[in-house]
């Protein structure tokens, strides 16, 4: 289960994630994401705090935008991320492409430009 | 038995024939000795037991006669009966005409002729009243109940004692035969109103009927007339007619011939509803079979249109089919043209005609419309619902004013729900074909892709190995392989496609290709992921990565370098500090940066190795394999599994892995991803 929440804060956009990310719902999140983007999103951030797990389906919708993100010049970063889901991100080595930060408000002043 | 019934047909007649001659003969003998004053010898008694005998004979050839014929429909049966009552009636007739021809000559006043021709007579009166008979008793017993069944047995009875009555009453018309005959006509009327035949008949069929059941009644009534006119005349000494039986027999061939003519006649108005009751039955019947694989949608489509046609009387109609149905059909429009088609449906209001419904609970009902047309006034739509979605409508057209009662919205109603029963199994039938054949395919994949992973895996005698691979769906996408590149050194590798199923499959197959053309160019660790990472992000969709690691061991050196792109780290259990840990290397999954930056993010790294030393290679499938409260099987479980097990063999150390899994997760948990296992140890 995977439920989706949008919102818009000054000048970002936090998609909050609740439930879980497996191949059948990645495509929801993907939408979501896709949906943030085409309305001129400029500062996206994912709010993991109520994220229980992430599939490698998952991790690669994330995947898929980073050269949108760093071609368009839009700050994207994770936070909240539980123990469990940062050490998949780790893994994976995605920790060293998108900028994953403890809370919400260190994510909004410390994320930078890609 | 059944080759010995026809014959006692013939043998019946034959007897019948027989024993009629013999009858003429007595009786001519005894006319000869009363005209002459002389004792034939012959008492009256023998003429009776031979009229008995030859009214039995009749009844066995009739009976038999019929029994052949039972299957023939009602009027061939009572045509049978009619055109038996004409050659008797055209007998006596015929009798009558020659009597009347040689007046009072000498032939006419022979007492011997006239016995021949009255004795003719009597046999073929007999022959018409007891072949009727017996097809009033095919009519009474059709739908037979019991009751009706024993009331047929008592009458028989009755005409039974009849036949022997003239023994007691020696043919007097006197107390006792009005008495029996009173009782045989009582109970002939209550035989005679078991006519549910009648309603079986057509329009065209009754008429025919009528006349048959006139004409039977007309010759029961002449060969009647003739009998009490022969009676009366006081030349004949003998007299075979006026017993009770015969009369018994035309009191019941006339009554139910009588209430048969009446009952058909005034069934005659509503024969149309009957009909009508019996083609809706044969039409609902067509309906409800099911589609064959060869037939189409169309075809019941059509079945229905006609259905609802007939069963409405409509001037007019089509089926329109909602245009988000894929099939598309012809020529689903009765009695009207194209333009009159549009012209119609333009004064159907456009509320009515939408193929959108606001919530599964108010689903679209058959519905009539006022129509202000020159000819055409009412209209009644009919939706067809297919899983709670509109598949098409019918419409049907009037020319007159509220032309659709209740009874004809009803059953159309139930005539639509049948036929899309009807396409809805077809359709689901179909599916399930569908579905078998993707099943075929999806075994097929799975048997190829089984291939793709090694029967064998290289490795010298000094380290064991062995490994395990199980998908999630049919397919999937983690991959495992062996390289020796020389005596010395030996290459192993696991990978996991992102995601699962299908797509993933594909990938893995790829990534076999990789790497069996990279790790023949000797390339290390961190080159191979490098160039790995190169040729995969050719070929990978974008939101689709893999990840892997990769171990080359140098026996001699025993050493092994290793590399990780983004993998779950490798477990290593080394034996001289019986602890077990996960190797950590730095390293992206491969797909993930597609451009030459990948070089920073890779690493390689060499460590030496013991004897007793162990390589646990995983992939996600088994770390997150959950229980039903969510709890995953996680790192610190395999761990301490394989130091609690270090002794045993590669085969049975990966037993024990898999049975923890399967047990951990237990009956009602998840493994919801393909998961795959390589253990190495070395010796």
């Not at chain 2, 983690?478 to 020796?484: A, M």
């Not at chain 2, 995969?536 to 290793?562: G, M, P, Q, V, Y």
């Not at chain 2, 390589?615 to 395999?638: A, P």
């Amino acid at each position: 289960m995977l439920q989706l929440e949008k919102i818009k804060e000054e000048n970002r956009d936090i998609l909050r994630l609740i439930g879980e990310v497996d191949a059948s719902n990645s495509v929801l999140l993907d939408q979501s994401m896709q949906e943030i983007l085409q309305q001129g999103a400029t500062f996206l951030l994912i709010d993991g705090s109520q994220l229980g797990y992430i599939s490698s389906a998952g991790l690669g919708v994330f995947m898929s935008y980073l050269d949108d993100f760093s071609d368009r010049g839009i700050r994207f970063a994770i936070f909240g991320l539980n123990e469990q889901v940062s050490e998949v991100f780790k893994i994976l080595g995605l920790d060293r492409l998108i900028q994953i930060f403890p809370d919400k408000s260190t994510a909004t002043t410390l994320a930078h430009e890609p | 038995m059944k080759t010995s019934t026809p014959p006692l047909g013939r043998i019946s007649l034959l007897f019948a024939i027989l024993v009629w001659l013999a009858l003429l003969l007595v009786d001519l003998v005894r006319i000869f000795g009363t005209i002459n004053n002389l004792d034939s010898g012959i008492s009256e008694e023998v003429t009776w037991i031979l009229e008995i005998l030859f009214s039995i004979f009749v009844y066995l050839v009739y009976r038999h006669n019929f029994w052949k014929n039972r299957h023939s429909d009602f009027l061939t049966l009572i045509w049978r009966g009619t055109s038996t009552g004409l050659l008797a009636a055209s007998a006596g007739l015929l009798t009558e005409l020659i009597y009347l021809a040689f007046g009072d000559s000498k032939i006419g006043t022979d007492p011997f002729l006239k016995n021949v021709f009255y004795h003719i007579n009597f046999a073929w009166t007999s022959a018409f009243l007891i072949s009727t008979t017996l097809l009033w008793k095919h009519l009474i017993l059709y739908q037979k109940n019991k009751q009706v069944v024993n009331q047929w047995q008592a009458f028989e009875l009755s005409m039974l004692v009849a036949l022997f009555f003239v023994f007691y009453n020696h043919n007097n018309f006197d107390y006792s035969f009005l008495f029996g005959l009173v009782i045989l006509l009582v109970i002939s009327i209550l035989l005679a109103v078991n006519l549910k035949w009648i309603p079986y008949l057509n329009f065209k069929e009754k008429w025919k009927t009528l006349l048959f059941l006139f004409l039977i009644m007309l010759c029961a009534g002449v060969l009647f007339y003739r009998v009490l006119d022969s009676g009366n005349e006081g030349q004949l000494q003998i007299n075979l007619t006026d017993n009770l039986f015969l009369i018994a027999l035309f009191g019941f061939v006339f009554t139910y011939g009588l209430f048969s003519f009446l009952v058909t006649l005034f069934n005659l108005p509503t024969s149309s509803v009957f009909e009508q009751k019996l083609t809706e039955a044969i039409n609902f019947q067509k309906l409800s079979q099911s589609i064959q694989p060869e037939e189409s949608e169309e075809q019941v489509l059509d079945i229905l249109l006609d259905s609802c046609i007939s069963a409405s009387f409509s001037d007019g109609a089509w089926i329109e089919l909602n245009p988000k149905e894929l099939f598309q059909v012809k020529n689903l429009l009765r009695f009207l043209d194209e333009p009159t088609q549009a012209m119609l449906t333009s004064l159907i209001p456009q509320e009515k005609q939408s193929w959108v419904h606001t919530s599964p609970a108010d689903l679209p009902q058959p519905q009539t419309i006022r129509l202000s047309h020159a000819n055409y006034k009412s209209a009644l739509l009919v939706p067809l619902l297919i899983n709670k979605s509109i598949l098409a409508r019918i419409v049907l057209i009037k020319e007159v004013k509220e032309g659709f009662n209740k009874e004809m919205i009803s059953i159309i109603g139930t005539f639509a729900r049948q036929a899309c029963i009807s396409v809805e199994n077809h359709r689901l039938l179909n599916q399930a074909i569908e579905n078998e054949r993707y099943q075929e395919e999806l075994k097929i994949a799975q048997r190829v892709q089984k291939a793709l992973l090694p029967l064998h895996l290289d490795h010298p005698t000094s380290f064991d190995i062995c490994a395990y691979s199980n998908t999630a769906d049919e397919v999937g996408g983690d991959y495992y392989d062996t390289y020796q590149v020389d005596e010395n050194h030996f290459v192993f590798i696991m990978g996991d496609v992102s995601g699962k199923g299908t797509s993933a499959a594909f990938h893995m197959a790829q990534m076999k290709g990789v790497f069996q053309s990279l790790i023949q160019l000797g390339l290390h660790p961190a080159e191979f992921m490098k160039k790995a990472n190169s040729a995969l992000s050719k070929c990978l969709e974008r939101n689709h990565f893999i990840t892997a690691s990769i171990f080359e061991i140098d026996i001699t050196h025993h050493t092994f370098c290793h590399a990780r792109a983004g993998h779950i780290p490798t477990l290593w259990y080394k034996a001289s500090e019986k602890t077990a840990e996960f190797i950590s290397v730095e390293g992206l999954g491969l797909g993930i940066v597609r451009n030459l930056t990948y070089e920073n993010h890779v690493q390689e790294k060499t460590f030496d190795y013991n004897s007793g030393d162990i390589l646990v290679l995983l992939t996600d499938g088994i770390l997150e394999g959950r229980k039903e409260t969510g709890e995953q099987f996680g790192y610190e479980r395999i761990k301490k599994i394989v130091e609690d097990h270090h002794k045993k063999s590669p085969v049975n150390l990966q037993q024990v892995v898999l049975d923890s899994l399967h047990q951990f997760v237990g009956g009602d948990g998840m493994i919801d991803d393909d998961y795959s296992l390589l253990v190495v140890k070395f010796k």
